[in-house]
């Protein structure tokens, strides 16, 4: 497992090939044994193998990212080499419940102790690491958020109401000019040993 973890990278270039059905249900059941909190399960996934979808996708949150205060949103937006889902055959939307509900009625679940995000976020680690484990490249994508502020476009990805998009996974196999990319350095300096 170790090796897999720090085998796996952001993958910002995929072959034009599809990937098979069966590695994308081995991603989406790694997704589903995340673990979530009090067993709410509060994710959903779309799963977009359209190239039409997928560019709009990209297209749509570049306009957005154009209008944005941060200057490198705006380079990254106007930018006509810069594809927001990196090209990518399979893109997976994960959306979290706004109404996730315990099994449990404690009282204290009052104060919001559901946790779709961190839920979700498992999900996506889940994902990440089944899909490098079976030879597939993938990407954690953020930036999809300024295309999520498009209601109008974002209903075409025919999320239930009761779900928020919040992140998305891009899945293919990976440019083979890419093998062996060297992970970005990692921090030494964030472990406290109390014993
Ligand atoms: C919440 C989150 C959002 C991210 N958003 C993007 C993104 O929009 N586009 C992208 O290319 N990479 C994105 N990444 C990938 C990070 O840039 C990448 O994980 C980081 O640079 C470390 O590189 P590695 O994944 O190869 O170890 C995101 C990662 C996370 C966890």
Not at 13 to 22: C, G, L, T, V
Not at 76 to 97: F, K, Q, R, W
Request: charged share 20%; aromatic share 8%.
């Amino acid at each position: 497992m170790l090796d897999i973890i720090k085998r796996r990278r952001s993958i910002r270039k995929y072959m034009p090939e599809q990937i098979k059905d069966a590695e994308l249900a081995a991603v989406l059941e790694a997704a589903a044994y995340a673990p979530s909190g009090h067993n709410s399960q509060p994710w959903y996934f779309t799963v977009v193998q359209n190239k039409e979808l997928i560019d709009s996708i990209s297209n749509n949150a570049k306009q957005v990212m154009i209008t944005s205060p941060l200057e490198k949103a705006q380079r990254l937006g106007s930018s006509e080499n810069y594809h927001l889902l990196h090209n990518a055959p399979t893109v997976i939307i994960v959306s979290g419940d706004t109404e996730a509900k315990s099994p449990l009625e404690l009282p204290h679940h009052t104060f919001g102790s559901y946790t779709p995000l961190a839920d979700c976020a498992a999900a996506i680690e889940n994902m990440l690491l089944t899909a490098e484990s079976i030879g597939l490249g993938s990407c954690w994508i953020g930036l999809v958020n300024y295309f999520f502020t498009l209601s109008e476009e974002v209903a075409k990805l025919e999320i239930p109401a009761r779900y928020q998009p919040l992140f998305a996974v891009c899945l293919g196999y990976k440019d083979p000019n890419l093998a062996g990319a060297v992970a970005a350095k990692r921090k030494s300096d964030c472990v406290n040993y109390i014993r």
